[in-house]
């Protein structure tokens, strides 16, 4: 007998991709129904999306001969991660009061990370604490998470998926640790006070940059071979304390700094050598106040500082645009390059801008109202989220109507009357964590999870926001995914 076809991914049909769905995901099975026609036709039925909106969200009834599911799951997909609903999964941590108010807060997969003045800890989504790191003597300046493999702390292939914390202090060190595991690196001569968002990339192995108030930028060795002498360069060439580190998305092997002066250097980190000889570009960008915020995507470097986000092209160190707030100063921004916007806090509200139109008018695409100062902000492809800290207050808003979605506390009042100060905030997909102090002393910890929610949020009043619309609009299902 002869041996039957082998079958090709053209030959698959929709029950055959349906069973595949639930190992692959909604945005493979997308990403295979670009690859061909069949595929598409297969990828698109009813049967596929499903026995995927089965696996993600099983409680919720769905008839197994309901048509166009495909919408259903990106209706659902959608707001759940607009946190539209009143019943997410929610748990409050009350930390010890003895310890100080949180300032920093990372959301990684299935915990969470937060920063008490120089302790940091490594809570589950529902407060079992699984890691504390009392490595720094003094207060941490900024905490970043990179992945395992890509530093000395990893030992077999089975770590891929884990990421390891790197923080830095005002004590002058920066610290790698992971589940016990810790590596120090000594070399500023001041407070640490930035660390790059990404590790660079260009040489035999990755590596870490970090700036401090000693105006120095250095670079450390990832290499589990640097284990004795980690450090690679220190550049010099900025005159004040550094506020940012990004690494150039068109070019892994640049680092991108600014300084409280809003000084804007390049760097080549491949073979650098230690001084100012490695800086490739450098601009100065018209602003009296140090930097906000500062991203870099593909050849562009955006910078917020005093009422202007300024666009630099890292190609040539010319200013590509510059958003103007018209005299009202940013204390809070948030970029999302990828879907043309910028989000600014401002004293009394957040605006969002579309930077396509950034030298025309109007170029504001909502304008969302604040019972306070806006300094803390996230803006994602489905939501915006202002914090304000005075009230404790956050707010969730449609991007990019502005329309309001939800309002969260960071507690429930207190007993006093009171609510809890809002001091950080993280945000990831449908998952939302807020710390903050309460007036009687002592700080909370909670974590909210939309992602089973089933009960829509009912909010009392209009929408207080207001909307200007460009009537384009290029989106499709897919790039929900």
């Known amino acids: 007998m002869s041996a039957a076809p082998a079958r090709t991914l053209a030959d698959l049909d929709g029950d055959v991709l349906a069973h595949c769905a639930g190992y692959l995901g909604a945005r493979d099975v997308v990403s295979l129904a670009m690859a061909c026609r069949p595929l598409r036709a297969a990828a698109y039925c009813d049967a596929v999306w499903h026995r995927l909106f089965r696996d993600q969200w099983p409680v919720e009834k769905v008839p197994c001969r309901a048509s166009g599911l495909r919408e259903l799951y990106i209706q659902r997909h959608t707001e759940v991660h607009q946190m539209k609903f009143d019943d997410p999964q929610s748990a409050i941590y009350y930390l010890n009061p003895a310890e100080t108010t949180p300032n920093h807060l990372m959301l990684d997969r299935n915990s969470i990370w937060l920063c008490q003045g120089p302790v940091a800890k490594k809570f589950t989504s529902f407060f079992s604490v699984v890691e504390i790191h009392r490595n720094h003597g003094a207060r941490i300046t900024c905490m970043r998470l990179f992945p ?105 092997s640049l680092l991108v700094s600014s300084s409280k002066d809003s000084k804007i250097k390049v760097w080549d980190t491949v073979a650098p050598s230690s001084g100012s000889s490695s800086c490739v570009g450098s601009t100065h960008v018209n602003s009296s106040s140090p930097p906000i915020a500062m991203k870099c995507h593909e050849s562009l470097c955006y910078m917020a500082a005093g009422s202007e986000v300024t666009m630099v092209d890292l190609r040539t160190m010319k200013k590509a645009s510059v958003l103007a707030l018209d005299n009202h100063r940013i204390l809070s921004c948030e970029m999302l390059p ?144």
């Open 338 to 481: 990828s879907e043309w916007l910028i989000c600014t806090g401002t004293k009394d509200k957040a605006l969002l801008w579309d930077i396509r139109k950034a030298q025309e008018l109007p170029n504001k695409v909502a304008e969302m109202q604040s019972d306070g100062p806006v300094t803390l902000l996230h803006l994602g492809r489905y939501k915006v989220v202002t914090g304000v800290p005075s009230n404790g207050e956050v707010h969730v808003w449609e991007t990019p109507t502005g329309g309001l979605l939800n309002t969260l506390s960071c507690d429930e009042p207190t007993r006093s009357g009171g609510r809890n100060l809002l001091s950080a905030m993280a945000v990831d997909g449908c998952r939302i964590a807020m710390a903050g102090g309460s007036p009687e002393g002592g700080s909370v910890l909670h974590y909210r999870d939309f992602l089973k929610s089933s009960v829509p949020v009912s909010l009392p009043g209009k929408e207080v926001s207001r909307f200007w619309r460009d009537n384009t609009d290029d989106s499709d299902g897919e790039d929900y995914y």
């Open 148 to 252: 395992l493999i890509d530093t000395p702390l990893c030992r077999n292939d089975t770590q891929n998926d884990e990421n390891a914390l790197v923080t830095s202090s005002t004590d002058r060190t920066i610290r790698l640790c992971w589940k016990g595991q810790s590596r120090g690196y000594k070399g500023h001569s001041a407070p640490v006070t930035a660390l790059a968002d990404k590790l660079l990339v260009g040489g035999e192995c990755k590596v870490l940059a970090s700036g401090g108030e000693d105006c120095t930028i250095r670079l450390w060795s990832m290499s589990t071979r640097a284990k004795n002498h980690p450090l690679i360069a220190t550049f010099h060439g900025h005159e004040k304390a550094l506020s940012f580190l990004s690494v150039a998305q068109h070019k892994p």
